[in-house]
Antibody, heavy 123, light 111 residues
Framework: EVQVVESGGGLVQPGRSLRLSCTAS????????LSWVRQAPGKGLEWVGL??????????EYAASVKGRFTISRDDSKSVAYLQMNSLKTEDTAVYYC??????????????WGLGTLVTVSS | QSVLTQPPSVSGAPGQRVTISCTGS?????????VHWYQQLPGTAPKLLIY???NRPSGVPDRFSGSKSGTSASLAITGLQAEDEADYYC???????????FGGGTKLTVL
């Protein structure tokens, strides 16, 4: 059974950093791209960024709202992906979901989602 | 303001048919990028409902169907059931933004 589990959320002050983890099981982790998607309280879904599989370079791409502040990485030996969030702002407050991503012809979609982890940025 | 536009809410009585629209532009849906749909039940994580415009993952009832034309897509739900009450999101890719884009979400109320 495919499972994706996020961890590392919590309360953090503006300007500080936080690292989220995404631990996966039930599939060959290294074969898949992964994305992070967030949802602010009472709001819709917002794509944060993705990391490609090593087969496709292992590179990361980011939404404009987080580019330069957030970094996505992966450790295929541990089946874990990370979201390093620096210079956090109050508007980064959200539930952060890790998703398994499928891609064909530059079209991405997300077939498995974790339960999410809440990040609250507040003084 | 979301790149993909959805109605904030739709409603229908049990057994009826409802549709949810998703309107994009020439840099996303109109450029040929596929549309995918997600269902988010209250208090839960989103779940893939439709992929590649009209395909249903295993386990999704055939009451749910999707279509795409031009710069828009739509999700249709027939034989509405109380358990269908949820938020629905469309998703695609936008080449001018170089990233994944979502609609703002539509809340479905079963009367």
């Amino acid at each position: 059974e495919v499972q994706v589990v996020e961890s590392g959320g919590g309360l953090v002050q503006p300007g500080r950093s936080l690292r989220l983890s995404c631990t996966a099981s039930g599939f060959t982790f290294g074969d898949y791209d992964l994305s992070w998607v967030r949802q602010a309280p009472g709001k819709g879904l917002e794509w944060v960024g993705l990391i490609k599989s090593k087969t496709y370079g292992g590179t990361a791409e980011y939404a404009a709202s987080v580019k330069g502040r957030f970094t996505i990485s992966r450790d295929d030996s541990k089946s874990v992906a990370y979201l390093q969030m620096n210079s956090l702002k109050t508007e980064d407050t959200a539930v952060y979901y890790c998703t398994r991503q499928l891609v064909v012809a530059a079209t991405y979609y997300f077939d498995y989602w974790g339960l999410g982890t809440l990040v609250t940025v507040s003084s | 303001q979301s790149v993909l536009t959805q109605p904030p809410s739709v409603s229908g009585a049990p057994g009826q048919r409802v549709t949810i629209s998703c309107t994009g532009s020439s840099s996303n849906i109109g450029a040929g990028y596929d549309v995918h749909w997600y269902q988010q039940l209250p208090g839960t994580a989103p779940k893939l409902l439709i992929y590649y415009n009209s395909n249903r993952p295993s386990g999704v009832p055939d009451r749910f169907s999707g279509s795409k034309s031009g710069t828009s897509a739509s999700l249709a739900i027939t034989g509405l059931q109380a358990e269908d009450e949820a938020d629905y999101y469309c998703q695609s890719y936008d080449y001018s933004l170089s990233g994944v884009v979502f609609g703002g979400g539509t809340k479905l109320t079963v009367l």
